[in-house]
């Protein structure tokens, strides 16, 4: 698992032991899941997650490189 905080929330990715794909979430929200991390990542950058108060947010940045990003469970993932 990695996890980035933003002003907005705190997005993680999560490894699925089972298939191999990615899933996308925004503090206690699903935002989907991905054959590829970069294609998580991407969609987080692109604005495209469909979450509406992340999509229309100026300003933002994500680190491009999930090594950037903290790995293992955010200090609060038990609270989402």
């Known amino acids: 698992m990695w996890h980035h905080k933003t002003k907005l929330g705190t997005f993680w990715i999560v490894e699925s032991d089972q298939n191999h794909e990615y899933y996308l979430g925004l503090d206690d ?10 294609d998580a990542i991407h969609d987080i950058q692109a604005q495209a997650t469909g979450n509406l108060k992340w999509d229309q ?20 993932w038990n609270d989402f």
Request: proline fraction near 7%; hydrophobic fraction near 25%; charged fraction near 35%.
């Open 29 to 38: 929200e699903s935002l989907g899941h991905y054959h590829r991390l970069e």
């Open 57 to 76: 947010s100026k300003g933002i940045e994500i680190p491009e490189d999930v090594h950037e990003w903290a790995e293992g469970e955010p200090e609060n």
